[in-house]
């Protein structure tokens, strides 16, 4: 479970019943030291306004967004934290907003949505493919291309099953797997988090069957029920939650409770109807303050259930679903990977696997690209394809899908190279995404503890971003020791040894893998990219802009061009600096519409430059250039264009 960097405790004004209030902010860095007491102040309409520094901007945004202020994208609170707890009401509606306009802009849609979809697969529009082929050629460039120890391969979807037994796959390629009785639900039971509700005792009955006797309080007793259960679950003593909810990370449940505020509540009671604005953590729980209509305060924990307590207290377990106990059957291993067969005979001895992961393919060709090439080790082989893993519960979008695309390297190295290989990759990988514009603190790189690793294992890091769900994986990078190649030689009875002419000595290479997602690298950069501001229109009223502020080389198109009117040569004109352009790069032609729409859609789209031919074209050859970011607009000559263009973008 991810550790958030930061922790911030709000202190809720109207748990004091004052007007004003402080905001305590323990961030590791920036000008907001521990505990440093922040005034804000909660208006009427709900309203947190917080000056964060002397000097600096202040923060007036609705009081859930009060988070938002805080961690550490609002320009008045440099510095702050951003760690699970950051993600919350706002975050929700962010993400809707971003889903929103990817469907309408034509860059994500639901898989054969006019059947009704299906759960887990997805559609890339005409701009959507042209950002994910822009990600898979940043990646092939950076990687390979660019690298003279690394070259690229193209293996089958479908191997020999014998591949997928030898890689461990066959019997260990396993998600603890939980049904619901009743609803006939299926969850990952890695992926349960417990909500403890510390009430006062007159909301028993909205509540439902108790739980524990320190779960309701009567007056004045809140504080040492709350000490009770916090102790009880610090000390890890079991108590049966009073709700659940499927998360993978502290930050997804938070999003969650927010979510289901507006309609259900946290027990599917309707009780919880205003998640208010304190939280803190001590130790692996996470402490939250809940508010009811009447002003009511309830206090609970969050924490994840260990898949043991599950095999030892299914019965205690509230469903995820309907919050009712006794309808969960103990965890069960799910085999992720989709089977068919191939050949006219549908048994065992034609069975195979659409391949979970690209990885093996490399493997499986190690010996033939040295064999045929004339690399030594050390030397990756990459693969950029498509994977597919039957994921008991898809969601966040597109962040945990069936069907998506993997970025794989795998570096082959003597053993005693292995750790330096590591830290290099490591970090060259955390670089890329920065580079291509993932810069804000969202992105992190978190190395494993001990007791994560795969057995096989030496060392892995996962590069993070903190999706508005939750902060999740992105990549991981892992040393995978000798463990592959050992396996394969083990299974296929061939000698996967390296011999170094130089050194005269034989072994096995230990293997460094990059590992990365397509798909969740493009709905970070989606993410990221994504801005709302305001921008003048025709009558030069202020209006809300959307901004895809994509970084330029992953930009599905780098120019626009358009003539003003449909009249008077424009279009013949603006047409002939499109074609120009296109021929180099991914232009865009439209001469449909106000012109201060056509500037929208563009921007829409994460256009960085938008090019218009009017009247005064025709008389001195010049256009105006508009930048999406600034919104700025000058005059070039049109025979420049595409050199700025090109300049600007570095492209
Ligand atoms: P998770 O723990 O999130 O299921 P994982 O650790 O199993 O991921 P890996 O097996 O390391 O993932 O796969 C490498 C990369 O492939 C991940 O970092 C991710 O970018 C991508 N990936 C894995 N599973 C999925 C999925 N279901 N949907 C989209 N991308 C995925």
């Keep these: 479970m991810a550790e958030p960097r930061g922790i911030l405790q709000l202190e809720c004004p109207r748990l004091g019943g004052k007007g004003d209030g402080s905001i305590l902010c323990e961030a590791p860095e920036g000008p907001f030291r521990q505990n440093t007491p922040v005034p804000f102040s909660l208006r009427e309409s709900g309203r947190v306004r917080g000056v964060f520094a002397e000097g600096a901007e202040s923060v007036d945004r609705p009081s859930r967004g009060g988070y938002d202020a805080l961690c550490g994208r609002n320009p008045g609170a440099p510095g702050l934290a951003s760690g699970e707890g950051a993600f919350m009401a706002n975050e929700q509606d962010r993400m809707e907003r971003i889903v929103a306009l990817a469907k309408r ?30 990600i ?55 992926h349960l988090y417990g909500i403890w509700v510390v009430a006062p005792q007159h909301e028993k009955e909205k509540i439902g069957p108790p739980v524990g006797d320190s779960i309701y309080f009567g007056p004045g007793e809140r504080d040492i029920a709350v000490g009770v259960m916090r102790q009880a679950l610090e000390e890890g003593r079991f108590s049966p939650p009073t709700a659940t909810i499927i998360a993978s990370s502290e930050g997804e449940v938070l999003n969650q409770l927010v979510r289901q505020e507006k309609g259900k509540g946290i027990v599917n009671r309707g009780w919880f109807v205003n998640l208010e604005i304190a939280l803190r953590r001590t130790g692996k729980t996470l402490d939250i303050t809940f508010e009811d209509k009447k002003g009511n305060v309830a206090w609970a924990f969050v924490r994840h259930i260990p898949v043991k307590v599950l095999v030892t207290n299914s019965e205690m377990i509230p469903s995820p679903y309907t919050g009712k106990r006794g309808v969960l059957t103990e965890p069960r291993n799910f085999n992720l990977m989709f089977q068919t067969y191939y050949g006219a005979v549908f048994d065992e001895a034609h069975k195979a696997y659409l ?31 498509k994977a597919f893993r039957n994921e008991i519960n898809p969601r966040n979008y597109t962040f945990r899908s069936r069907e998506f695309e993997q970025m794989e390297i795998e570096f082959f190295c003597h053993p005693s190279e292995a750790d330096k ?82 050194t005269k000595e034989r072994f096995l ?42 970084h330029p080389r992953l930009a599905p198109i780098k120019v626009a061009v358009f003539p003003l009117v ?29 012109i ?34 600034t919104m700025k607009q000058e005059r070039i000559g049109a025979e420049s264009v595409l050199h700025y263009v090109r300049e600007h973008l570095h492209l």
């Excluded at 893998?513 to 970070?524: H, K, Q």
């Excluded at 921008?535 to 502020?549: F, H, I, M, S, Y």
């Design 421 to 502: 290989w590591y830290a290099t990759w490591r970090q060259a990988r955390f670089d890329w995404y920065v580079g291509l514009g993932l810069k804000s603190d969202r992105l992190r790189l978190r190395d494993h503890e001990k007791d994560e690793l795969a057995h096989y294992a030496k060392a892995c890091a996962d590069i993070e971003y903190a999706f508005p769900f939750g902060t999740s994986e992105l990549e991981g990078v892992a040393n995978r020791t000798d463990f592959d190649l050992k396996q394969h030689q083990q299974f296929s009875g061939r000698d996967m040894t390296y011999y170094d002419d130089e």
């Design 566 to 594: 449909k009249k008077d040569g424009m279009p013949e004109k603006a047409r002939a600096i499109y074609e120009e352009c296109r021929r180099h790069l991914a232009a865009f032609y439209d001469e449909k519409g106000a």
């Design 355 to 385: 391949r979970p992961e690209t990885a093996q393919g490399i493997f499986v060709n190690y010996k033939n690209v040295l064999d045929t090439s004339r690399l030594k080790v050390p030397f990756g082989i990459a693969q950029i394809g």
């Design 105 to 134: 802009r034509g860059f994500i849609f639901p898989g054969s949505e006019i059947y009704g979809g299906l759960n887990g697969f997805w559609d890339y529009g005409p701009l959507g493919v042209e950002l994910k082929r822009n």
């Design 509 to 550: 290479p230990y293997v460094i893998e990059p590992s990365g997602g397509v798909d969740r690298a493009l709905l970070a950069f989606l993410c990221e990219a994504y801005d709302e501001d305001e921008a003048p229109d025709e009558n030069g009223k202020p209006q809300r802009r959307t901004v895809l502020r994509f």
């Design 596 to 629: 201060g729409r056509r500037y929208r859609r563009q921007d829409e789209a994460g256009t960085p430059f938008c090019v218009t031919v009017d009247g005064q074209t025709l008389e001195d050859g010049t256009v105006t250039i508009r930048d999406r970011d």
């Design 136 to 190: 898979k050629d940043a990646w092939w460039h950076d990687c390979v291309t660019t690298r003279d120890d690394v070259v690229g391969l193209d293996a089958a979807i479908i191997m020999n099953p014998k591949a997928w037994e030898a890689s461990g796959h066959v019997s260990g390629f396993n998600d603890p797997m939980v049904d619901d009785k009743e609803t006939k639900n299926r969850f990952r039971a890695d």
